[in-house]
């Protein structure tokens, strides 16, 4: 009830493409859905996040799109760019609790 | 701004020794404070939060323990390190409110050998 689950494990895309990373989830408490970007050998930082009174947001290229009833959630990256190559990690939280649910990461990796 | 600040960045220790490392914030106050730990590949696991001083909840039992002797300050420590400690670790915090960001800091990576 308590877990995330994030997919694919790992994606390549090719410059300009769509990058699609989906994650799910079973507890209906939870009511805040982030997404963290992690370049290699630093700390997560906040890339976009979604509260479920919405079904998308929208910041510059970085999309969320987000379905209350199939519990599920995703984001989409137009336009990729090799530096968008890093690791996403979707997460949850709500339920009375501040702690987040982390997702086990997606590598994508963007070629020129 | 607030900022946090994590050390080492880097550290490698034998099998059986202490461990200690340290976490703080600036510029806000009350934060929950967390401990997570990244193993290679693998996603976030949380090992420790705290809601204030003195006060840690452990999420897995472990090897590790954590303290928050100030309001701004958590310490990651072990009294002796195993090889399966090995990993990144990395603090955050928010600012205790519900819906709330989690800032991570750039998260020490260490070897046990």
């Known amino acids: 009830q308590q877990q995330v689950k994030q997919s694919p494990q790992s994606l390549i895309v090719q410059k300009g493409g769509i990058s699609i990373i989906n994650c799910a989830y079973e507890n209906t408490a939870f009511d805040y859905f982030p997404w963290y970007q992690q370049f290699p050998g630093k700390g997560p930082a906040l890339l976009i996040a979604i509260r479920p009174d919405v079904s998308e947001k929208k910041e510059g290229r970085f999309t969320i799109s987000f379905n209350k009833s199939a519990k599920q959630f995703s984001l989409h990256i137009m336009d990729s760019q090799p530096g968008d190559s890093a690791t996403y990690f979707c997460?949850?939280?709500?339920?009375?609790?501040?702690?987040?649910?982390f997702g086990t990461g997606t590598r994508l990796k963007v070629l020129a | 701004s607030q900022t946090i600040h994590q050390w080492p960045a880097t550290l490698v220790q034998p099998v059986g020794s202490p461990l200690s490392l340290e976490c703080t914030v600036e510029?806000?106050?009350?934060?929950?404070l967390y401990w997570y730990r990244q193993a290679a590949g693998r996603g976030l696991q949380l090992l420790f939060y705290?809601?204030?001083?003195?006060?840690i909840s452990s999420e897995v039992p472990q090897n590790l323990s954590a303290s928050r002797p100030q309001d701004r300050q958590f310490i990651l420590s072990s009294k002796k390190l195993l090889l399966s400690d090995s990993g990144f670790y990395l603090c955050?915090?928010?600012?205790?409110?519900?819906?709330?960001?989690?800032?991570f800091g750039a998260g020490t990576r260490l070897s046990v050998l």
């Open positions: 510029g806000t106050s009350n934060p929950n």
């Open positions: 997460a949850a939280s709500g339920s009375g609790t501040y702690k987040y649910i």
């Open positions: 705290s809601v204030g001083i003195g006060q």
């Open positions: 955050a915090w928010d600012r205790g409110l519900a819906k709330n960001i989690q800032y």
